[in-house]
């Protein structure tokens, strides 16, 4: 398997890939080309077909596709200049190379969720997670294996797990070092507060968004399985439930990153610093971690606007 993140420029391949996106464009003469995203687990490349002959077959978006294609670069970016393209045919690639993965253990890491359910002791609260988290199995499946992000951080099978449970952690040791604080809302919130992204986006290889993610986004489908299984909990304090969904509305903590509600309380406005640390910093391991320029400095960093500096030093 040649994977995209070691292609080099002006290398020649001929590998399976996954099309993510496809389009039909025309040059500034008229010549009709494909533009397309081609995708494995390690990562994304743009991917042009110049020329439209008979080594060029039916295919659509979402389909698994032979290439061969020449490597070039591209306004500093490598791109693929496809020569021939087929679709693929079954047993002739490993689905799991096309799937990026948490490089944790999944099973653990819902065992820990659970163990966070378990510390909350006010019984609605406790229920209303048990009924969204584990109850519901097939919300719980989803739960487990979507990511938490198309492009940006914890964009892996297993990252929406991952990212719930380090903004719960982050969560938990700062409740007992300020005052005010309800620590079992503010676990709740974070354990529920990006729940909705297992209806925004769909499931992997392609892990795009639905219509649903589209035209609503994943804060308002997470506030309204609040709200569903809040009806299906006897007495359950109406005060309680809008403290709740407050921190789910306000969580991205600016109306210019799309929050429909500032944090008014503390524990939104907790959980909102520690979302924002969680993404940001997985954001920098991620950079880091891909980055191959030489020295201490990373390539220009658009998410950031900035360039990045390894912590090396003598």
């Known amino acids: 398997m040649r994977y995209l993140e070691d292609v080099k420029e002006n290398e020649h391949v001929v590998e399976h890939y996954l ?31 110049w020329e439209m002959n008979n080594d060029i077959q039916s295919f659509e978006e979402g389909d ?27 047993g002739e690639y490993i689905p799991l190379n096309y799937v990026p993965t948490t ?27 048990e009924g969204i988290l584990i109850n519901d199995e097939t919300q719980a499946e989803a ?25 719960a952690q982050i969560c938990d040791f ?6 005010h604080v309800n620590r079992d809302l503010l676990i709740t919130s974070a354990l529920l507060h990006d729940i909705g992204k297992i209806y925004e986006l769909s499931p992997m290889p392609m892990n795009d968004y639905t219509d ?4 609503l986004g994943h804060i308002t489908i997470g506030v309204e399985m609040i709200s569903e299984e809040v009806r299906n909990i006897a007495d359950f304090p109406h005060d309680l439930a809008s403290l709740l969904k407050h921190s789910i509305l306000a969580h991205h903590g600016e109306y210019d990153f799309g929050s429909p509600k500032l944090p008014s309380t503390i524990e939104a406005f907790l959980l909102h610093c520690a979302d924002n640390m969680d993404a ?17 400095w990373t390539g220009y960093q658009k998410v950031f606007n900035r ?7 003598s």
Request: hydrophobic content about 35%.
């Open 280 to 296: 940001k910093l997985k954001s920098f391991e991620e950079i880091l971690d891909k980055d191959s320029t030489a020295g201490s």
């Open 174 to 179: 700062m409740s007992t070092r300020y005052k």
């Open 19 to 49: 099309c993510r996106q496809k389009q039909t464009l025309k040059t500034r003469g008229g010549k009709t080309y494909l533009s397309l995203r081609l995708s494995d687990k390690t990562g994304q490349m743009d991917a042009k077909v």
């Open 103 to 129: 490089e944790k253990d999944i099973d653990m890491l819902y065992g820990e969720v659970l163990d966070f359910i378990k510390s909350v002791q006010h019984p609605k609260l406790r229920a209303l997670l």
């Open 212 to 215: 649903d993610g589209q035209m």
């Open 143 to 167: 739960f487990r294996v979507r990511s938490a992000a198309k492009q940006m951080h914890h964009s892996y099978m297993g990252g929406l797990i991952e990212h719930t449970l380090n903004v």
């Open 307 to 313: 360039y990045i500096r390894r912590s090396d030093f």
């Open 64 to 90: 698994m596709v032979k290439i061969d294609a020449q490597v070039a670069t591209y306004q500093n970016e490598l791109q693929l200049k496809i020569i021939k393209l087929r679709k693929s045919r079954d």
